[in-house]
């Protein structure tokens, strides 16, 4: 594998999918292929069950289900889109990936950690993002900017006991896994959130350049 694979993570409307598309214009300006993609989706397949996922529905949906979901639609990605990718080195911008899984089904709907992290070794393989960047906002920031957008999907509509969670888990993982986060505040003015993002895309593009 000779590409590079970063994600992106956070809680609702904290500004991943914004983020992204500027991360890999600065990456394109500086001549890189980059693929930019997301989860759950990222294949015909994967967004299928991406609308199974986010649709609202009146039965309850089982914690495992939904994680087993998201490992499905990650198996599929993995095998369509990522490895191939990162086989041709190209840089990989993922919008969302399995520090999601641990901060929504583990840290928001109780699964255990070891339970996701067999799943993660299965699925993954060898495969694990480079760099993480967590946009990280306080919740009742992000959820304003969800709801902005219109209606809540099946996960949106959660309460905010849960999305605290979800944040608390985000913050977790990226203390125990300091050399792939950084973390960017997300509740600032998009241009210093653009700023940061800016000196992250020099570092890894100077390091890619000249990795000794
Ligand atoms: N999920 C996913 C799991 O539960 N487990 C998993 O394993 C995986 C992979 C779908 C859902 O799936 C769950 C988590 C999610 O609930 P999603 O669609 O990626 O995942 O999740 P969302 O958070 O809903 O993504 P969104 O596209 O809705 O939000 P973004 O991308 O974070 O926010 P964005 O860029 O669309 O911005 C929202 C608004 O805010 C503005 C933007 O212009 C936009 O209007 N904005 C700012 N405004 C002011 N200041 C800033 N700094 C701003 N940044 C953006």
Known sequence: MSGVFITFEGGEGVGKTTSI???????????????????????????AIREILLQPRTEPVAAMTELLLMFSAR??????????????????????????SFAYQGGGRGIEPAVIESLESIVQGSIYPDVTILLDADVATGMGRARGRGELDRIEQETLAFFERVRESYLQRAQAYPARFKRIDA???????????????????????DPG
């Open 21 to 47: 598309s500027f991360f890999a214009e600065l990456l394109r300006a500086a001549q890189l292929q980059v693929v930019v993609t997301r989860e759950p989706g990222g294949t015909q397949l994967g967004e």
């Open 75 to 100: 198996a599929q990605h993995l095998q369509e889109v990522i490895r191939p990718a990162l086989g041709q080195g190209q840089w990989v911008l993922c919008d969302r990936f399995t520090d999601a």
């Open 187 to 209: 509740s600032q003015p998009l241009q210093q959130v653009q700023n940061h993002l800016q000196h992250i895309a020099q570092e890894l593009i100077d390091g890619a350049r």
